[in-house]
């Protein structure tokens, strides 16, 4: 069965630090990996998703996670954390053969200024 | 482009009433089309999913149904709310082929009181 774990349900950070949010997968094939942002009273919006080509992938806002086969990992990062990056983060992965989408819990990021 | 719209925003109602949400979207033609909830501290749940007209596949038992009467409607009601069902409601689409992108809605706020 495929699953996602998303290490840490809240993480803070000061403004200009490296932002790391951590996402563990399990698949008995290869998947295609996602990052969605949501800020409060919204939808998700898609960050950046992994589809087997470049494994380091760069999306919006400065954000980009690397996939790493031998860790079954898909870790977000950010270089510098703006104010404007708080929001809950979320992983999610689907499987060639799949309509549906399995996401992680989720993960909270607060900044401090 | 492609949008996506959920109504209402906000909806109180009292237990044991009936419920209808609707999501539309616009500028594509026969997309997958997906009911999430997010409940307090319990991350994201897909309740219906659907691949075509009138083609709904449930994932949770509960009291809330689904229903796609247009290629780009699609529909959750409930004939008697309980308070459990409240939570935020999320609408996505994708294409049809699969392992693509989901997209979401804004969403719509649900508290049964």
């Known amino acids: 069965a495929q699953s996602v774990t998303q290490l840490g349900s809240h993480v803070s950070v000061s403004e200009g630090a490296l932002v790391l949010l951590r996402c563990n997968y399990s698949?008995?094939?290869?998947?295609?990996l996602f990052w969605y942002v949501q800020y409060p009273n919204q939808g998700l919006q898609l960050l950046l998703k992994?589809?087997?080509?470049?494994?380091l992938v760069k999306g919006i806002n400065g954000f980009e996670a690397e996939f790493k086969k031998s860790e079954t990992s898909f870790h977000l990062t950010k270089p510098s954390a703006h104010m404007s990056d708080a929001a809950e983060y979320f992983c999610?992965?689907?499987?060639?053969?799949?309509?549906?989408?399995?996401f992680g819990k989720g993960t909270k990021l607060t900044v401090n200024p | 482009s492609q949008t996506i719209h959920q109504w209402p925003a906000t909806l109180v109602q009292p237990v044991g009433s009936p419920l209808s949400l609707e999501c539309t979207v616009e500028?594509?033609?026969?997309?997958?089309l997906y009911w999430y909830r997010q409940a307090a501290g319990r991350g994201l749940q897909l309740l219906f999913y659907?691949?075509?007209?009138?083609?709904i596949s449930s994932e949770v038992p509960q009291n809330l149904s689904a229903s796609r009467p247009q290629d780009r409607q699609f529909i959750l009601s409930s004939k008697k709310l309980l308070l459990s069902d409240s939570g935020f409601y999320l609408c996505?689409?994708?294409?049809?082929?699969?392992?693509?992108?989901?997209?979401f809605g804004p969403g719509t706020r649900l508290t049964v009181l």
């Open positions: 996505a689409w994708s294409r049809v082929i699969q392992t693509d992108t989901q997209y």
């Open positions: 698949s008995s094939v290869p998947p295609y």
């Open positions: 992994y589809t087997s080509a470049a494994t």
């Open positions: 999610a992965l689907t499987q060639g053969g799949s309509e549906k989408l399995v």
């Open positions: 500028g594509t033609s026969n997309p997958n």
């Open positions: 659907s691949v075509g007209i009138g083609q």
